[in-house]
C-alpha cells in the first residue's frame, strides 16, 4: 500500500536504463578546492591543462575511475579527481507512468507538479530515499526509485523549497484502487488530450461506457488516478470519468479554459419535423449504413479495409459517380453551405476537433438528428452519431450540401 501512495499508479516498469557511468547533459559540479589540476586523461600522470579554483562550476559527464570527465568550452574533454568536485545536479529519467513531485520529502505532502515516463528531471539533491529536484522552475521531491540517472546518487544533501502548491488528499487504507484528489482548479496540475479524440468512460477500463467523445487539445482536471494506466478527470461540466494516460499530457499550472472549439456553434436543434430524403440520399444513406464498424485508417478510402473521416465520404460518394475533394476542410467547399436548422439527409456535417485547421472532420447527415462517419474515437470505425451530443454541438463547424434537390 505504501508502495501504490508514494507511486501514484504504476503502470509497469520499463526497461531500466541501468546505472550506469554515464550521465546527462545537464549534470553540473563545483570546484571544491584551490589550485585543483584539470588533466588530458583520468591519471595524475597526463598532462594538466589547467587549474581551477575554488568555486568554479564544471560540466561533468561521465564518473570512470575516481575521475569524473568534464565537458570543456570548446568542444572537448578533460578530467579532474572526483573528490575536487561536489556535484550540484544532475539529469535523472522519470522510470514510471506517471509520478508526483511534492512540496515535502513524504507521502502525504502536497502534490506541485506531475512528471511521466520517460521525461527528464534535474536532481539538486538528496534527503533520505527522496531527491530534491527542479522541473519546469518548480522545486520539490521525488521517490528515489522512481527515477534513474548516472550521477544521481553522488549528490549531496541539498533542501528544497516548492515555489507554489495545490492541494491533494491521498487515498484513504480501504480504498486501494484508486488514488483520490481534491485538485484546486485555479493550482497545480491538469491534462489535455494527445490524440485525435479521446473517450471519457464509466470505469478505468475499455469495456465500460462511454460518457462522452473529446476531441484533440481538449483539457480535464485530474480528480484521481487509477491502476492499468487509467487517470480519473473531470469535464468542463463537471461530469467524472476515466480516460487513458497514454493519451494526454500532464501540465503543471493552471488548467486553461477549453477554447478549442467556437462555443457559438453550439445550437441544439429539434429535427422531427425536417424534410424527406431525395431518393438518391436514401440509397446511399442504406448504402453508407452497410460499413458501419469499417476500421478506422488514418488516409483509408476501403469502406471495407479502412477509411478515414474524409475518405469514408469521398467513397460512398464516388460510387455514386459524385467526386468530391478528398480533404474535409475541402469537401465543404463542394456544394452550397446549409443552416443546421435546414439540414436534409445526405448534407455533409463538418467539424473541428482539434489542430491546424479550422475543420478537421466530416461526416454525412442522415436524418433523424443522426449522422455517419468514421472516427478514431468512441466507436473507432464506421458509426452513426447524435449531431446533438456534447461533443458534436461544441465541435460543430457547418453544413454543405452536395445532392440537388432531384
Known sequence: M?????????IGLVMALGMSSSAFAATKGMINAEDVNIRTEASTSSEVIKRLSNGVMVTVTENKDGWYKLATASGGVAYVKQDFVTLT???????EEFINIRENADITSAVIGVVSKGQTITVTGTEGEWYTVTYNDKSGYVYNDDVTGGLVDLLGGVSAKAKSTVKVI?????????????????????????????NLREEANTDSDVIECYPNGYTFNIVGVADG????????????GYVKAEFVDFKNGIKPENTVYDNSRAQRVNYDNEAPATVKADEMITYAKQFIGTPYVYGGTSLTSGVDCSGFIYSVYQDFGI???RRSRDQINDGPRVAKE?????????????????????????????????????????????????????????????????
Open 229 to 240: 494506466g487509467w487517470i480519473k478527470v473531470m469535464d468542463d461540466h463537471d461530469r467524472v
Open 323 to 325: 467526386t468530391l475533394d
Open 342 to 406: 435546414d439540414l436534409r439527409p445526405g448534407d455533409l456535417v463538418f467539424f473541428n476537433t482539434g489542430g491546424e485547421s479550422e475543420i478537421s472532420h466530416v461526416g454525412m447527415y442522415i436524418g433523424n438528428g443522426e449522422y455517419i462517419h468514421s472516427t478514431n474515437g468512441a466507436a473507432n470505425g464506421v458509426t452513426i452519431s447524435d449531431i446533438n451530443s456534447d461533443y458534436a454541438l461544441n465541435t460543430y463547424v457547418g453544413a454543405a450540401r452536395i445532392l440537388d434537390e432531384n
Open 2 to 10: 505504501a508502495g501504490f501512495l508514494r507511486k501514484s499508479f504504476s
Open 89 to 95: 545536479q544532475a539529469d535523472a529519467v522519470v522510470e
Open 170 to 198: 491521498e487515498p484513504a487504507v480501504e480504498d486501494e484502487d484508486i488514488a483520490k484528489a481534491d485538485i484546486a482548479s485555479d493550482n497545480g496540475v491538469y491534462v489535455v488530450i494527445t490524440s485525435t479524440s479521446l
